[in-house]
């Protein structure tokens, strides 16, 4: 007996993703969750601290854009591939829904023999297999 089961099942998925705005260096509209902007500062302004406590400090970038020239092309190539935004917001700003194909095989076998009247024998065979449909 050979019996094949195809399931489809859907799902949804949130992700969080750069929005044009942060694809361009402009993170002027990106707040904390109590509502305070989100600093970006300027790693190349980073400069012993006046105190003599060992720490550093930086300067922001004016409006908190990133200037383009700072922009590293091969990063900016890469998010180039990343889906833009369908959802409002910074966070969980894309929904994903997909359908997924779950294919099962399970073949079965058995053959039953009788030598006499009180002596018998069967064998069972089971193959359960998981297939990936290619295409």
Known sequence: MLERDVNDSGGFSLFTVP?????????SQDFNPAGALKTIYNPFSTAAAANSTGGYVRTPFPGNVI?????????AAAASYWPQPNLPGLVNNLGVTAVTTNP??????KVDHNFSGN???????????????VG
Not at 119 to 133: D, P, S, T
């Open 19 to 27: 929005t044009a705005a942060e694809r361009a260096g402009n993170f």
């Open 67 to 75: 200037p383009s020239n700072l922009i590293d092309p091969v990063g």
């Open 104 to 109: 099962l095989e399970q073949i079965t076998t």
């Open 119 to 133: 002596k018998r024998a069967f064998i069972r065979y089971g193959l359960f297999v998981q297939c990936e449909w």
